[in-house]
């Protein structure tokens, strides 16, 4: 069984002329959004074996701030996490990885176009992944497209409410 969590990035600063898409960062509001979302992720999940974001800076501060609660042994940036890539080559690299639990920090619309691929077996996306929210889907054995069950899917606010007791 392989199990994916996609995360996408906190809110970042609003495109602009002035800065380069590849260079959002979190806004502070962002930060704080996703520290919060990441304390109630690292509830859910046991030991995640690796953390693989998008290059573009407002991933890698999300996933700065997973790391800070999640203690991957194992984190890399992949430019096939960016939001034009092809879906499929995720899931081709994730079959061949041995990783059980992986946390992917990515953008829309790839990450729902990710999502329905493995889910459906079709690229169209039919999710809704707020910023700083999570889905996690399962595969019975290794990523394949079409394979896969949705486990759950989180908005922030799912993931920092209080459990009742």
């Known amino acids: 069984m392989q199990r994916i969590v996609l995360f996408r990035h906190g809110p970042a600063e609003d495109p602009s002329d002035e800065i380069a898409d590849t260079a959002r960062a979190l806004t502070d ?21 690796l953390l693989l974001s998008s290059p573009l800076l407002r991933a890698v501060q999300t996933a700065d701030i997973l790391d800070e609660h999640l203690h991957v042994p194992r984190r890399e940036e992949t430019s096939l996490l960016e939001p034009a890539a092809n879906p499929s080559a ?16 990515g953008h829309e619309p790839h990450l729902n ?31 394949a ?16 409410r209080k459990p009742a007791t």
């Open 90 to 105: 995720v899931l081709d690299w994730l079959a061949d990885d041995e990783s059980e639990l992986a946390v992917l920090v």
């Open 145 to 160: 497209p079409g394979k896969a069950e949705l486990r759950w899917l989180l908005s922030p606010s799912h993931l920092t």
């Open 29 to 49: 509001k962002g930060r704080r959004k996703t520290e919060k979302a990441a304390r109630g992720l690292s509830t859910l999940l046991g030991s995640v074996d």
């Open 113 to 143: 176009l990710l999502a329905g691929l493995a889910l459906t077996g079709s690229a169209e996306g039919f999710l809704v992944f707020r910023k700083a929210g999570a889905g996690m889907i399962e595969f019975p054995d290794r990523a």
